[in-house]
Every structure is written in C-alpha cells, then in structure tokens.
C-alpha cells in the first residue's frame, strides 16, 4: 500500500465545535475551509501555503478525539491490505471513496481516495519569529499492545521505526512527501485505557514561547518535561508542544 498523503482529523461534538474550530485554526495559522459534506460537517483548515493536513469535524455521539486518514490510490486494494495486516472494519462507503477502521488495538482510522495532495505547507513564523507547526500525530497506545500497534503501523505505512530518547516513545521515519508524522507511545502498565486514543503534537523551535501563545487562546499547561510540554485546550483536550524542528520534524 501507497500512502499517498496523511490527514490529521479533529473529531468534535456538536456542542464544541464552533470554538474548537476557532482555537485550533489559531493555532494552525490558518483559514477554515466552506463546510461539506451531507450535514456540513466536514471542514479543512487551510494553511497559507500547500495542501490542507489538518481537517475537522463534527460528530452527533462520542467525546470526539483524533483519527488518521490515509490517502491512497486503490481503496478496494488498501482495505484488503488493512484487514490482512489485523484492522477491522467500522463503515464503509466505497462508493463515496472511504473506509473507517480501527488498528489492532482500536485506534480508528480511515482510508480515502487520493486526490492529488502533495504540497506540504510550510510552518509558520509568529511575532517573536517562534516558528511552529502540527505535524505529528501520536497514538497513545495500551501497555498490552504495544509490540504489535508497532508492527502494524509499520507495515501498513511501510515506515521503519526510529529510536527515540525514551523507551516509551517509538517514532516511525518521516515521509518526507507527508506533511504529518506518527509517533506511538506506550501507556505504563497502570493505565486502565483498553484502547489506544491519540493526541496532536506541534513541533516548536521555541516551546516557552509557542505555550505563552496558546494560553492567550485559552489552552492550559498540563506538566512541563524536557523536551515537550503538555497542554490542555479550551475543552479540556490535550496535545504537546515539542522542542523539534518545525521544518523536519526531527
């Protein structure tokens, strides 16, 4: 399987979303697409230069949270594949040109028609020149699962992993055609999670900086450790912001 492109999806409650959408697009530096979809429920927040990696949506049941769309060029080829290497089926709409998923340890993904993405934007530089952009996902994975959330994230993007400075934290390599990256993390033994959730992560060149800019849009420190620190957003939902550079991703 191809991975044409990877999108980041925000998934929102109905009543969060407006002002989700309003902090997150601050955040992003960038504009928010017209609303589709058959209930409007879609939008693409819009950077200033490149193809949208960053989408949006509201959902009727559910705290919401993170999910991937992989992009490909044979839907009917790449879910196969997916199930072959242990994800099961949510929904299906081949016709429509998605299929949602979840990984071997539950976190949801979707596979979607490819069509032509390929310009990764370029971060941005705010007053102060911090330079910041969000540019991984990191899926939050049960102790129990671990070795094989692994294997199956590097099969079916065909990214070797990467060693990282913590033993809990495997990165798979960066594509350097994709705007988004994946990083897993691995829950101690006491967490009582049972499926794997996800999180977003900005990388900084400033982190002290890039955090004084999102609590003045209304987000929260969680805990501050060397080289990432932990937010939470207006509603209460967290992500990091990590000391890497903006335009690598290393």
């Known amino acids: 399987m191809r991975i044409r492109w990877l999108t980041a999806f925000l998934d929102f409650p109905s009543d969060q979303f407006g002002a ?20 409007r429920e879609f939008a693409s927040l819009e950077p200033f230069n490149g193809d949208p990696h960053l989408r949006v949506q509201r959902i009727d049941e559910g705290p919401g949270g993170i999910h991937l769309d992989l992009h490909v060029d ?7 594949e997916a199930i072959r290497l242990g994800a099961n089926i949510l929904r299906s709409s081949l016709d429509t040109g998605w299929v949602s998923l979840t990984s071997p340890a539950g976190f949801v993904f979707c596979l979607v028609a490819w069509q032509g993405e ?39 993007t065909g ?25 897993l993390q691995r ?10 959730s996800g999180h ?35 509603v209460g939902r967290r992500y990091c912001i990590t000391n890497r550079n903006p335009r690598t991703g290393d």
Not at 215 to 229: N, Y
């Open 20 to 39: 989700e959408v309003t902090f997150w697009r601050a955040i992003a530096g960038s504009t928010v697409s017209p609303p589709r979809g058959e209930h």
């Open 74 to 80: 044979d839907l009917g080829a790449a879910t196969d």
């Open 118 to 156: 390929s310009v990764r934007s370029r971060p941005i530089r705010w007053p102060g020149d911090t330079i910041s952009i969000i540019d991984q996902v990191c899926i939050d994975v049960p102790h129990g699962a671990w070795d094989r959330e692994i294997e199956f994230w590097s099969a079916i």
């Open 159 to 183: 990214r070797p992993t990467t060693p990282t400075s913590r033993p809990e934290l495997v990165r798979l390599s960066r594509d350097p055609a994709l705007a988004i990256g994946i990083l």
């Open 187 to 196: 829950n101690g033994p006491d967490d009582p999670s049972q499926t794997a």
């Open 200 to 234: 977003l992560d900005l990388a900084a060149n400033a982190v002290e900086d890039e955090v004084a800019r999102h609590e003045d849009w209304g987000a929260e420190v969680v805990e501050r450790l060397e080289q990432w620190t932990v937010m939470r957003d207006p």
